[in-house]
Each structure stands twice: as C-alpha cells, then as structure tokens.
Nanobody
Framework: VQLQASGGGLVQAGGSLRLSCAASRRTLTMGWFRQAPGKEREFVAAIRWSGGNTYYADSVKGRFTISRDNAKNTVDLQMNSLKPEDTAVYYC????????????????????WGQGTQVTVSS
C-alpha cells in the first residue's frame, strides 16, 4: 500500500489546516501521527473503515477531526485552533486490518506509512 500525504504548510496560531492522505488501496484502519524535532513520534488520530469509529489524542481532542472517504481510500485531518505546539511533521499511517482499540495509538500497529508533511504553527 502506498500512502501520499498532502496539505501541510505554515499557519498562524489559531488558524486551520487540512491534511489529506490517499491510499493506493483499501485499508481498514488509517491514522495520523506526528513528530516534532527532538521528540518521539506520537499518535494524533485514527479512524476505522467499518463504523467510522474515530480516536484522538487528548492533546487534539475538540480541535482536530479525522474523516475518511471509503470510496476514494482517502483520510483527512481537519486541524482547527492550531497551536505552536502542533508544529511537527505529520505522517499518514494505514493498516490492512482493524487495529484493536487499545492499539490504535501505537505506531507499530500500522504497516504502511506516508512520506510526512510539515505543519508549522507560528505564535
């Protein structure tokens, strides 16, 4: 599976950005992770194919919304009320299986990764 992410950029604090990720074929679980300089990769959000169940890191709950278009094999991340601490490289991830709920936030639960897109939030 190939993943192509897009939509990063520079935005002022309080602004919005929308990230998109296109998969070359259907995957049952898709998610977003991010990695800031000098920090470990961290979970942002995930969504399942069946039922559309969504999962979010506490740090983004209420500000970010993950959605997917099953017909197009795409997943989007709408990011609102952005903060400087959201600055990071954002990675799209996918797994062909339904990742169990307790594991959706673990990066090693996903077999496929996109190339990353930079999001910079200025204060």
């Amino acid at each position: 599976v190939q993943l192509q992410a897009s939509g990063g950029g520079l935005v002022q604090a309080g602004g919005s950005l929308r990230l998109s990720c296109a998969a070359s074929r259907r995957t049952l679980t898709m998610g977003w992770f991010r990695q800031a300089p000098g920090k470990e990769r961290e979970f942002v959000a995930a969504i399942r194919w069946s039922g559309g169940n969504t999962y979010y890191a506490d740090s983004v709950k209420g500000r970010f919304t993950i959605s997917r278009d099953n017909a197009k094999n795409t997943v989007d991340l709408q990011m609102n009320s952005l903060k400087p601490e959201d600055t990071a490289v954002y990675y799209c991830a996918a797994d062909p299986n339904n990742v169990i709920v307790s594991a959706v936030s673990a990066f090693n639960s996903y077999d496929y990764w996109g190339q990353g897109t930079q999001v910079t939030v200025s204060s």
